[in-house]
């Protein structure tokens, strides 16, 4: 099976750089991605690592290591509309995902 | 594209009632999931569609849940008879199985609630 932590909460400032932390356990890895939901809203796509290392898109990026099971999205110069849930996800063969329980970020002015 | 087409946005049901949700996925994706998400559980896979055939079903959560895909372009997922455990909001996603990040595409979902 499948199984992913993440933190329940994380709250920063406005300008700020906050880094949410996942690890993981499963029977077959295919990469990590990274999901935004907004209140009321539906999932998002950010970013995916199949590879170890650091992806950069923007103000997000995220990283990859394997080898530790584990995985951060960094976020930086938070914005006020980064306020969401961010879910850590991993694929399973068939591109079909498990999510993490998602991390409540809240940007304070 | 219009992206991945849901309704109804919300379903008000009595228990016992019969609930049909249906997904329009993005033109061309080969590939269709089904979620549930509530704030015990958070976000679940149900079942999963590949090239309209289903793969996996081991999520849908009893014998009242169904699922199928007729073609390419449309999905449901019926739940007969409907609990009130079963309220959720539900999301169809879908995408390219093939090659690159396998990002899924989310539907708006469907808000649904069973009194």
């Known amino acids: 099976g499948q199984s992913l932590e993440q933190p329940s909460e994380v709250t920063a400032v406005e300008g700020a750089i906050v880094q949410i932390n996942c690890t993981y356990q499963?029977?077959?890895?295919?990469?990590l991605s990274w999901y935004q939901q907004h209140d009321g809203g539906a999932p998002t796509f950010l970013s995916y690592?199949?590879?170890?290392g650091l992806e950069e898109t923007g103000r997000f990026s995220s990283f990859l290591s394997r080898s530790d099971s584990y995985g951060y999205l960094l976020l930086q110069e938070l914005q006020m509309k980064d306020s969401a849930s961010y879910f850590c996800?991993?694929?399973?063969?068939?591109?079909?995902?498990?999510f993490g329980s998602g991390t409540q970020l809240t940007v304070l002015p | 594209d219009a992206g991945v087409i849901q309704s109804p946005r919300h379903e008000v049901t009595e228990m016992g009632q019969e609930v049909t949700l249906r997904c329009k996925p993005i033109?061309?994706?080969?590939?269709l999931f089904w979620y549930r998400q509530t704030m015990m559980r958070g976000l679940e896979l149900l079942i999963y569609?590949?090239?309209?055939?289903?793969?996996?079903d081991s999520g849908m959560p009893e014998d009242r849940f169904s699922a199928k895909m007729p073609n390419a372009s449309f999905s449901t997922l019926k739940i007969q008879p409907s609990e009130p455990r079963d309220s959720a909001v539900y999301f169809c996603?879908?995408?390219?199985?093939?090659?690159?990040?396998?990002?899924?595409?989310f539907g708006p979902g469907t808000r649904l609630t069973v009194t």
């Open positions: 033109s061309g994706h080969n590939s």
């Open positions: 996800a991993v694929p399973g063969s068939a591109r079909q995902l498990t």
């Open positions: 569609f590949n090239n309209n055939v289903p793969i996996d």
């Open positions: 690592n199949g590879l170890d």
């Open positions: 996603a879908s995408s390219l199985t093939s090659g690159g990040s396998g990002e899924q595409y």
């Open positions: 499963t029977s077959g890895f295919y990469g």
